[in-house]
């Protein structure tokens, strides 16, 4: 049985992608943001993980 190697996507699992609605989804869900907070953020800081938690933390303490 063939895999078709077109179809593989690699994901980076330092980087969050807004144009992924599942990472976006669990990124939000797990740092106690909405997704429109987490696009935001995404716009504002890049796909970082690292940055983007960071940037939550501190956007949570002004909620």
Known sequence: MESDSAERT???PNRV???DPY???????????????VRGLIRT?????AVLVREARKLREFQ
């Open 17 to 19: 992608s807004a144009n």
């Open 23 to 37: 990472e976006v989804g669990y990124f939000a869900a797990v740092n106690g943001l909405t997704e429109e907070q």
């Open 45 to 49: 800081h890049g796909e970082e993980v």
């Open 10 to 12: 690699f994901r980076n």
